[in-house]
C-alpha cells in the first residue's frame, strides 16, 4: 500500500503561481513515476504530467512551459510549481504514482492522493 497526502491547494489570480506538494509513503520504492491530474468542475479527470525516477517528465500541451514537475527522491516528494495561472487551471487536483512507460500510455497511475483544490480567480 501506498499513501499519498497533497499539500498546498488555494486561492491566486489569473498570472499568479501556485506550489503543490505530494509527499508518498509506504511502498513507494517499487514505482517508477509520480504524476499529476486535474478535474474541473463537469469535466472528466484530466492528465497534466509525470516524472520518472531518474527525472525526466512530460506535460499535457496546455501546461507546457507554465507548469514544472520536479521531485526528491529522498523525501519520495513530488511537486507541482504552477506559473503563470489561468482561469482554465481551476480544478481540483490529484497526485499520484505509478509506472511510466517508453511508449504506449506512457503512464499508469496505481495510487492517487485525496486531492487539493486550486482555484484561479479575480
Known amino acids: 500500500q501506498v499513501q499519498l497526502v497533497e499539500s498546498g491547494g488555494g486561492l491566486v489570480q489569473p498570472g499568479g503561481s501556485l506550489r503543490l506538494s505530494c509527499a508518498a509513503s509506504?511502498?513507494?520504492?517499487?514505482?517508477?513515476?509520480m504524476g499529476w491530474y486535474r478535474q474541473a468542475p463537469g469535466k472528466q479527470r484530466e492528465w497534466v504530467g509525470f516524472?520518472?525516477?531518474?527525472?525526466?517528465?512530460n506535460y499535457v500541451d496546455s501546461v507546457k512551459g507554465r507548469f514544472t514537475i520536479s521531485r526528491d527522491n529522498a523525501k519520495n516528494t513530488a511537486f507541482l510549481q504552477m506559473n503563470s495561472l489561468i482561469l482554465e487551471d481551476t480544478a481540483v487536483y490529484y497526485c499520484?504514482?505509478?509506472?511510466?512507460?517508453?511508449?504506449?500510455?506512457?503512464?499508469?497511475?496505481?495510487?492517487w492522493g485525496q486531492g487539493t483544490q486550486v482555484t484561479v480567480s479575480s
Open positions: 516524472i520518472t525516477n531518474g527525472g525526466t517528465t
Open positions: 499520484s504514482i505509478g509506472y511510466a512507460f517508453s511508449s504506449g500510455p506512457l503512464y499508469r497511475p496505481e495510487y
Open positions: 509506504g511502498s513507494a520504492s517499487r514505482f517508477n513515476a
